[in-house]
């Protein structure tokens, strides 16, 4: 078992940019998520957040507070969580886990006004949801139909 207690979570940095980059998934991961070099550029209200393990980044993902928040929940104070990976070299180290721990913690102490994070997984994603479910995200019960079919909408009370 390797030691996750490094770990954290960070806004993104031009330092990160290469490692970042350089990330990889297995195709069947691939079809579920967008890779950390696809958010080269990102629009207001979104915001990248990078997994550190130390100083190395081993995950990305993007928490929105755009319009299309309003997709998911009809909660002005939600958040949308999008595109979480974790570079395929880095994978079963319980990373993605670890992160997800820690993201209340740290949409509290960095987005104040956010009461709620949501997100969408695939259905077919099984792996995703069972991490979620763990962590805490509850099934709020609602569907959406995405790019490569249904979407269950997932939920976090912060």
């Not at 030691?3 to 330092?15: A, N, Y």
């Not at 967008?34 to 080269?40: E, I, V």
């Not at 019960?141 to 995405?146: D, H, M, T, V, Y």
Request: with cysteine.
């Amino acid at each position: 078992m390797n030691k996750t207690t490094s770990l954290e979570l960070s806004h993104f940095k031009e330092e990160h940019l290469d490692i970042l980059n350089s990330f990889e998934l297995p195709e069947e991961q691939a079809q579920f998520t967008a890779l950390p070099d696809k958010y080269k550029e990102v629009n207001e209200g979104q915001h990248r957040i990078v997994i550190l393990n130390g100083p190395e980044p081993v995950g990305f993902f993007l928490l929105h507070t755009t319009e299309r928040v309003k997709e998911y929940s009809d909660n002005p104070k939600a958040m949308l969580l999008t595109s979480l990976s974790v570079n395929q070299i880095e994978q079963g180290k319980g990373y993605a886990k670890q992160a997800m721990l820690l993201l209340k913690k740290f949409a509290e102490a960095e987005f104040p006004d956010c009461n709620e994070i949501v997100l969408a997984v695939n259905h077919k994603n099984i792996a995703a949801q069972k991490l979620y479910l763990k962590v805490g995200f509850e099934d709020t019960g609602k569907r959406k139909i995405g790019p490569i079919g249904e979407q269950f909408i997932m939920n976090l009370w912060l």
